[in-house]
């Protein structure tokens, strides 16, 4: 078994005879009571097994200062042992006792309990029980010995409603009584917390509540009640919310989780209690309810509940139209742009209409377009076609897959025009090779050497160096060998035109709508022609 002394010693001790010639430290303090040897004022000693107090007679000059002692998470199952941490650590005013075993009630046969705390008025400001199952009776009875007492945490205790129970404190502000199956707001009310004149704040969160004190019974809560907290309780109507506008004191309210504001989104939420409660200063912990927005949310409310039907209308929509008047409905506009734009497509002498999103990329609307006119994205030119920029600056080439089209700012009516890239010639020996050949056919008719087809054996020239020296020709000319010395130069990039076929100049450019030519680029923009032929008012 360990006790409380022995983890004092541990964490915060000094180590003395120690045999080694090294060691490390567990704790360091530079408060003025660590220099002078005593403990800090403060301890923390959470998960460590503590089920009993032990022999402090050595140390009782070094605890007499304490005085905060959290002993969160250990074992403490008997309230004889925390009667004598209380009576021992004499300037004690927080103790955190969550999490232990202390479950049995404090009652008159516990007499070691009972003399440790009798005539005894303990300078406790802050206690915490959270996690122990401790009883009505238990709490009442160390109420009673902290005079001081401002702070007292009950929650996950498994306590029921009081009943008939009473706490009667003069300084207790705050109560916490948060997930325990208190079913009876109104016990706590009128029973439990009607004689603690400076209750501040009371938490029931989590807990099954039901219903709210009747209008009647709310002179026996605390004036001095001005924060509530109500979230996720089993309230389920406005009925029972509107109850907390007679609440005397109340201006601060938590109350999320309840099964009747399910059906409402968050900002609807807010805005319906805030007209519903005047008196709510502070709204599930945000900021202070300011004069405008107090005034949106009542116009709101009006507006809400303007195709109700009066005979089910709340009461406090009258109270509001006497302010406000009765408001006329807002027009609902909406300003969210278009996704689906109906455009024109040309591709050579075809034009369809389309509805495109403008939510997809170049890339994704090039694939499109395959389907349309089977053309590859990868041999495809798009051009953008604004119904007014096209006349100043001439159309957009959509060169960047991916960007989007709603940057092109695309509006109905517009169009695009599909051109296809030229198309690149593959090099050939003769209009009837399947593969690039570099020089004339071998004289032997054999077209394979060594399973190389790009280059041939020459047969044998005067002047030529040896037998096996390799010459590049072009197909176009003539199969009787030369030089390589007279050879001319080419590029070798250029296949030798056709006989009959014209050759246009570099200034001309292919119009995508007939087999005429246009001259001069630059000069002219590029889909004049589509714009008079899509725009003919404009001609």
Known sequence: MVS??????????????ESEDFGFIVFVSCSPEAKRGMFPPMMTLNDYNIEYFGDFSDLSSKVRHIRELDLTDNLLSDWAEVAEILSSFKSLTFLNLSNNLLNEPIDKNNNQANEKLDNVNLPMNKLVLNGNNVNWSTVVYLVRKMPKLDELHLST????????????HNNLRQLYLSCNPINDFCSVSMNLISNCSSLEFISLAECPVVQLPKVDDL?????????LNISTTKINSWTEVEKLRKFPGLNDLRIQGCPFLDEYTAHEKRMMLIARLPNVKVLNGGDRITITEREDAERSFIRHFLDTPESIRP????ELVAVHGLLAPLVNIDLSPDMNIKVSIYHKDECR???????QSVKQFKQLLQGYFNVAPANMRLWYYDQEMTKIAGPEEMKFANKELY?????????FVVDEKAQLRVLTGSPGAHSMVFGPTSPTGNNKSNGRSNFRKSPNISGSKSNNSRIRRKSSESSTPSHPRNRKKSSGRTSPTPAGRKVSSPSETRNLFSNSNVRNPVAQHYGEFFHSKVFPEDN
């Open 4 to 17: 409380l002394k022995e983890s004092v010693e541990e964490k915060y001790g000094e180590k003395e005879n």
């Open 157 to 168: 205790n498994n306590l029921g409603d009081p009943g008939n129970t009473t706490l009667q």
């Open 219 to 227: 002179q026996n809560v605390p004036k001095c009640l001005h924060s």
């Open 315 to 318: 009461s406090r929509f009258d």
């Open 353 to 359: 209409e389309e509805s495109i999103s403008v939510m």
């Open 407 to 415: 940057t092109y700012n695309v509006i109905d009516g517009d169009y």
